[in-house]
Nanobody, 124 residues
């Protein structure tokens, strides 16, 4: 059973930066397509960035330039770095793993495992 545990969320001022980590257990993160999603209360969960088994990266076009995804094989973890935070980035951020063959990108209906989420709140 794969378990994903996110950490690093919190409250930050607009313009700041934040790094979220996703610790993977039960399997190597390199054997899955890994991704970050976010969800605002009352809205659908949206993809942020994903990374394939070969290291190929996809970032949602509207988020390019401020969001980066990376993988730490030694720690079996996936990171999401967010720069120049905006109030509209306020959301719960979720780590996800998928067995889908063709990735990235990853879509919510392809996810096999979700983390519990970590809250990011950006104040103006």
């Amino acid at each position: 059973q794969v378990q994903l545990v996110e950490s690093g969320g919190g409250s930050v001022q607009a313009g700041g930066s934040l790094g979220l980590s996703c610790a993977v257990s039960g399997a190597s993160s390199r054997t899955y397509c890994m991704a970050w999603f976010r969800q605002v209360l009352g809205k659908e969960r949206e993809g942020v960035a994903s990374i394939g088994r070969d290291g190929t990266i996809n970032v949602t076009p509207s988020m390019r330039g401020r969001f980066t995804i990376s993988q730490d094989n030694a720690k079996n973890a996936v990171w999401l770095q967010i720069y120049s935070l905006k109030p509209e980035d306020t959301a719960t951020y979720y780590c996800a793993a998928s067995r889908v063959i063709r990735c990235p990108p990853m879509y919510p209906n392809q996810v096999n495992y979700w983390g519990q989420g970590t809250q990011v709140t950006v104040s103006s």
